[in-house]
């Protein structure tokens, strides 16, 4: 099981498109891996066929998606016929790996395992897991969704976006925030900091507490390029 900040694990592997190193396939990109429970399941094609179409969503992050099913690489190749159709695109080939885990060994190193659901042999399944791994290979977010929820994939594209911000300023992003939405200081900042910053741009709070701690400024796109 991999913790936020550790180093996600490398491991070779066989996808719809041959032999990878996860992190040789990365390179200096951001990653997803996300897995599945089953090949030809209903769930599972409709999120494999909405990530075919945030692809251009992931580009513009460089973000690469990968996914991860507990089935065969001859079986994904037929499944991805489906999956376009559902997508409703006609394109040569497909836009990101699967890959194939029948014998459950990186499900099961990585904690994708859903212990309430079995496949038809009685296997334990992948659930849906999400990672998000940075351009050091650190995991950023980890998100374990059970085999009968659908993930919302515009909710992980602003998980992303968030993660990429923050990178850059010191800014947290408050609840329900949207790209371009205004922003928080983060608690590690001091109001000197902060003041020398963001001058008339800083707007705090007031709270019963008297405490200063909510301290709002616009999305740093929208502020000069002082910053
Ligand atoms: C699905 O993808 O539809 C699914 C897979 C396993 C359990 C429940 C639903």
Known sequence: MVLLGEKF???????NVGKINFHEWLGNSWGILFSHPNDFTPVCTTELARVVKLMPDFQRLGVKPIALSCNSVDSHIEWIKDIK???GVSIDGFPYPIIEDESRKIATSLGMLDPDETDKDGL??????????????????????????????????????????TEQHKVATPVDWKKGDDVMVQ?????????????????????????????????????SSTM
Do not use: W
């Not at 694990?9 to 996808?15: A, E, G, I, R, S």
């Not at 001091?190 to 741009?201: F, I």
């Open 9 to 15: 694990p490398n491991f070779d592997t066989n996808t």
């Open 85 to 87: 159709s559902y997508a």
């Open 124 to 165: 334990p399944a992948a659930a849906r897991a999400v990672f998000i791994i940075d351009p050091k290979k650190k995991m950023r977010l980890s998100i374990l969704y059970p085999a009968t929820t659908g993930r919302n994939f515009d909710e992980i594209i602003r998980v992303i976006e968030s993660l990429q911000l």
């Open 187 to 223: 608690p590690t900042v001091s109001d000197e900091e902060a003041q020398k910053t963001y001058a008339d741009k800083l707007k705090t709070i007031k709270l019963p507490s008297g405490k200063g701690y909510l301290r709002m400024v616009p999305h740093p796109c929208d502020l």
